[in-house]
T-cell receptor, first 111, second 114 residues
Framework: DAGVTQSPTHLIKTRGQQVTLRCSPKSGHDTVSWYQQALGQGPQFIFQYYEEEERQRGNFPDRFSGHQFPNYSSELNVNALLLGDSALYLC??????????FGPGTRLTVL | AQSVTQPDIHITVSEGASLELRCNYSYGATPYLFWYVQSPGQGLQLLLKYFSGDTLVQGIKGFEAEFKRSQSSFNLRKPSVHWSDAAEYFCAVALSGGYQKVTFGIGTKLQVIP
């Protein structure tokens, strides 16, 4: 079992650009959640996807959007990047509201 | 809205000494409580969790935590710290049942000195 995988590992973008991050959930999991972890902070919940629908959303602007595919994998899209979007983006998967398993994250740097 | 407070941003302990990391939560309902550990450049690993029942829960790597409802606390303990325990520790809370939106504290960075 590969666990939760994320790609890419690192990413550098400039202000105003758009970025797409990818997540493959743990085998058997149907729910994917995304978190943003700024430097020196705890992870903050962005949103959660289940059955290809956004089920819950945290306090993030509409520039942050996502998608879940029929195979349960997920993408996080961020438009019009700001310097403050620089962070580690964590994906977590779960099944039926159970324990969340976290991936290693994608480190996004916005210059 | 739920919130988690970890009052100690940074803690230094000697190898072999005991450890206690503090966590207080604010939540109206019965919470699900978690402790995660994050090593540099790594994702989050679940150390232990409390949903209900015995208020003293055992986790991996020799860690335990005690849920005290009267104090709204869920402190993490380890009787003897190893150098490999140096990492950042996050306390977290989630809704009891239903969706698992997890709210994290700011984290406590643990340094272990020989």
């Amino acid at each position: 079992d590969a666990g939760v995988t994320q790609s890419p590992t690192h990413l550098i973008k400039t202000r105003g650009q758009q970025v797409t991050l990818r997540c493959s959930p743990k085998s058997g999991h149907d729910t994917v959640s995304w978190y943003q972890q700024a430097l020196g902070q705890g992870p903050q919940f962005i949103f959660q996807y289940y059955e290809e629908e956004e089920r819950q959303r945290g306090n993030f602007p509409d520039r942050f959007s996502g998608h879940q595919f029929p195979n349960y994998s997920s993408e996080l899209n961020v438009n019009a990047l700001l310097l403050g979007d620089s962070a580690l983006y964590l994906c977590a998967s779960s099944f039926a509201g159970g324990e969340q398993f976290f991936g290693p994250g994608t480190r996004l740097t916005v210059l | 809205a739920q919130s988690v407070t970890q009052p100690d941003i940074h803690i230094t302990v000697s190898e072999g000494a005991s450890l206690e990391l503090r966590c207080n939560y604010s939540y109206g309902a019965t919470p699900y409580l978690f402790w995660y550990v994050q090593s540099p450049g790594q994702g989050l690993q679940l150390l232990l969790k409390y949903f209900s029942g015995d208020t003293l829960v055992q986790g991996i790597k020799g860690f335990e935590a005690e849920f005290k409802r009267s104090q709204s606390s869920f402190n993490l303990r380890k009787p003897s710290v190893h150098w490999s325990d140096a990492a950042e520790y996050f306390c977290a809370v989630a809704l009891s049942g239903g969706y698992q939106k997890v709210t994290f504290g700011i984290g406590t960075k643990l340094q272990v000195i020989p």
